[in-house]
């Protein structure tokens, strides 16, 4: 028996909006900011929720580092990768690891640099 289940998955970030829009652009949903301006949330259709906190001095984890861990990564689930690609780097995602020609998988950074990978898989 689970002791708990998923509620929301939280990002820290240096602007909750700016990111919170930034993931409503990929998956869908409206963000809303909190009136101190230090958390967002983002109720995203058909999934979990993502909120986003503000964290000054926020360090965004390396990807790929021996050094570090990548800390967490979201994995989104798309049908067209090439297309998907396109409109996140758009958004602004930073392609991280494009990977070899027919892999079903790309990695990329979010405004803030938090890894993440569009799957067509």
């Given at each position: 028996m689970a002791i708990?289940?998923?509620?929301?998955?939280?990002?820290?970030?240096?602007?909750?909006?700016a990111l919170a829009e930034f993931y409503a652009a990929l998956l869908g949903g409206t963000a809303a900011l909190e009136e101190d301006g230090t958390w967002a949330d983002l109720?995203?259709?058909?999934?979990?929720?993502?909120?986003?906190?503000?964290?000054?001095?926020?360090?965004?984890?390396?990807?790929?580092?021996?050094?570090?861990?990548?800390?967490?990564?979201?994995?989104?689930?798309?049908?067209?990768?090439?297309?998907?690609?396109?409109?996140?780097?758009?958004?602004?995602a930073k392609p991280l690891d494009p990977g070899p020609e027919g892999r079903t998988w790309r990695v990329f950074a979010d405004p803030a640099g938090h890894p993440f990978c569009l799957c067509a898989c």
């Open positions: 708990a289940k998923l509620g929301t998955v939280v990002l820290d970030c240096p602007d909750p909006l109720a995203v259709p058909g999934g979990p929720a993502l909120a986003f906190q503000k964290a000054s001095g926020h360090v965004p984890p390396r990807w790929p580092s021996a050094e570090g861990s990548q800390q967490f990564h979201l994995d989104l689930t798309v049908e067209n990768l090439d297309a998907a690609e396109r409109e996140a780097v758009a958004l602004g």
